[in-house]
Nanobody, 121 residues
Framework: QVQLVESGGGLVQAGGSLRLSCAAS????????MAWYRQAPGKQRELVAS???????NYVDSVKGRFIISRDNAKNTVYLTMNSLKPEDTAVYYC???????????????WGQGTQVTVSS
């Protein structure tokens, strides 16, 4: 089985910073794309940032210049460094990994349980 475990969420004042981590564990053979999504109350889940195995990144316009996605392939871990946080960044943040396991070579999308980020004004 595969697990994605997020950590690093919490309460922060506007203008502050947080760093989220997401570690994938289990019988993993390869991970291609890793990403962070978020879902605010009453809104649809949106893609915040993604990163390929080679390090190519993509960001939603609202976080460009403030958030940085990175990954440690040796640790199967993806990070999201969030700077200059705004109240509108408040949401549950989910990590996602497209990966193959030792039992199934087809790449599938796996999700973490989510971590709450609350930014106070």
């Amino acid at each position: 089985q595969v697990q994605l475990v997020e950590s690093g969420g919490g309460l922060v004042q506007a203008g502050g910073s947080l760093r989220l981590s997401c570690a994938a564990s289990g019988i993993i053979s390869s991970i291609s794309r890793m990403a962070w999504y978020r879902q605010a109350p009453g809104k649809q889940r949106e893609l915040v940032a993604s990163i390929t195995f080679g390090g190519s990144t993509n960001y939603v316009d609202s976080v460009k210049g403030r958030f940085i996605i990175s990954r440690d392939n040796a640790k199967n871990t993806v990070y999201l460094t969030m700077n200059s946080l705004k109240p509108e960044d408040t949401a549950v943040y989910y990590c996602s990994a497209v990966l193959a396991t030792l039992l199934d070579t087809r790449s599938r999308d796996y999700w973490g349980q989510g971590t709450q980020v609350t930014v106070s004004s």
